[in-house]
């Protein structure tokens, strides 16, 4: 597994799946856990080479000496220096859930760098888009006839209230099928650097005036790609996102949850494969 080395030396890793010629796609994921849950994302890596960072103290990437250094801000200096690794004047990249804070932050700071940006189920407090409880339960409603519903709703109601911290019991509302392999996937997939994920939004992290500021001379074009039934990053919210971008695109992908390269491959990888594809 191939390494870099951040701006304070720490040593971090990354994955190159697909084969062929042409840049990488740089996909940062969310979390911060490791990049592994991302697989290929569907069968990208058929139609793109991808380069997958395993953000630090995650994956195969040594912890910090600077707990402090956890923060989204300071991640994005990581990914800085992955371009530079790769030997990129600009990059297609992408960012999932949280990882979108960070790739979003990237083009607020490095806009001249990108050459297109793709945000799938973002994350959105570097622009300080807040989900109400009432558009969590909009989106939370498409779901009433599954059988799993009325146990999850109340779990998701008392979490509303801050009366509730069962945040496994809402879990199937995050897949577009709550079957054997999503439950096996949801498994592998949770953080286990807790200090990683605390520190992440920690104060100092976001600055959503001047981001959002910065964000209009973002002019290469964005995706914005989320499920229909993504609790995390409901429809409305990526919606009101991709307004602060120039040229983006918005795409909800039907029957999804906040994963939909596992909900549909073939309609998810369809729908990012042509976006990179354009010139």
Same mark, same amino acid.
């Given at each position: 597994m191939p390494?870099?080395?951040?701006? +304070?030396?720490?040593?971090?890793?990354?994955?190159?799946?697909?084969?062929?010629?042409? +840049?990488?796609?740089?996909?940062?994921p969310? !979390?911060?856990?490791?990049? =592994?849950?991302l697989?290929?994302?569907?069968?990208?890596?058929?139609?793109?080479?991808?380069?997958?960072?395993?953000?630090?103290g995650? !994956?195969?990437?040594? &912890?910090?000496?600077?707990?402090?250094?956890?923060?989204?801000?300071?991640?994005?200096d990581?990914?800085?220096?992955? =371009?530079?690794?790769? !030997?990129?004047?600009?990059?297609?990249?992408?960012?999932?859930?949280? !990882?979108a804070?960070?790739?979003?932050?990237?083009a607020?700071?490095?806009?001249?760098?990108?050459?297109?940006?793709?945000l799938?189920?973002?994350?959105?407090?570097?622009?300080?888009?807040?989900?109400t409880?009432?558009t969590? =339960?909009?989106?939370?409603?498409?779901?009433?006839?599954?059988?799993?519903?009325?146990?999850?709703?109340?779990?998701?109601?008392?979490?509303?209230?801050?009366?509730g911290?069962?945040?496994?019991a809402?879990?199937?509302?995050?897949?577009?099928?709550?079957?054997?392999?999503?439950?096996?996937?949801?498994?592998?997939?949770?953080?286990?650097?807790?200090?990683?994920?605390?520190?992440?939004?920690?104060?100092?992290?976001?600055?959503?005036?001047?981001?959002r500021?910065?964000? &209009?001379?973002? &002019?290469?074009?964005?995706?914005?790609?989320?499920?229909?039934? +993504?609790?995390?990053?409901?429809?409305?919210?990526?919606?009101?996102?991709?307004?602060?971008f120039p040229?983006a695109?918005?795409?909800?992908?039907?029957e999804a949850?906040?994963?939909?390269?596992?909900?549909?491959?073939?309609?998810?990888?369809?729908v990012?494969?042509?976006?990179?594809?354009?010139?």
């Amino acid at each position: 597994m191939p390494t870099y080395s951040a701006p +304070d030396g720490t040593p971090l890793a990354y994955r190159v799946l697909g084969e062929g010629d042409g +840049d990488p796609v740089v996909c940062v994921p969310g !979390g911060p856990t490791d990049s =592994r849950y991302l697989g290929d994302l569907g069968g990208l890596s058929r139609h793109r080479r991808l380069a997958v960072p395993d953000l630090r103290g995650t !994956g195969r990437s040594a &912890t910090p000496e600077d707990p402090a250094s956890y923060r989204c801000d300071r991640l994005v200096d990581d990914i800085e220096s992955l =371009r530079v690794h790769l !030997g990129l004047d600009r990059i297609d990249l992408l960012g999932h859930s949280a !990882g979108a804070n960070i790739v979003t932050q990237y083009a607020a700071r490095h806009a001249h760098r990108l050459h297109r940006l793709a945000l799938i189920g973002p994350g959105t407090r570097a622009v300080g888009l807040d989900i109400t409880g009432e558009t969590r =339960r909009q989106v939370a409603g498409l779901r009433k006839n599954e059988p799993w519903f009325p146990a999850a709703f109340a779990a998701l109601e008392a979490i509303t209230e801050g009366t509730g911290t069962d945040w496994d019991a809402i879990s199937p509302f995050f897949y577009g099928r709550w079957d054997a392999a999503a439950q096996q996937y949801h498994t592998a997939s949770r953080p286990t650097n807790m200090e990683a994920v605390t520190r992440f939004g920690e104060e100092g992290a976001f600055d959503p005036p001047a981001t959002r500021k910065a964000l &209009t001379d973002v &002019t290469v074009p964005v995706l914005l790609l989320t499920g229909e039934f +993504d609790l995390n990053s409901p429809p409305e919210v990526t919606a009101e996102c991709a307004e602060l971008f120039p040229d983006a695109r918005l795409v909800v992908q039907p029957e999804a949850g906040h994963y939909p390269w596992l909900d549909d491959p073939e309609r998810f990888v369809t729908v990012a494969a042509d976006f990179l594809a354009q010139p």
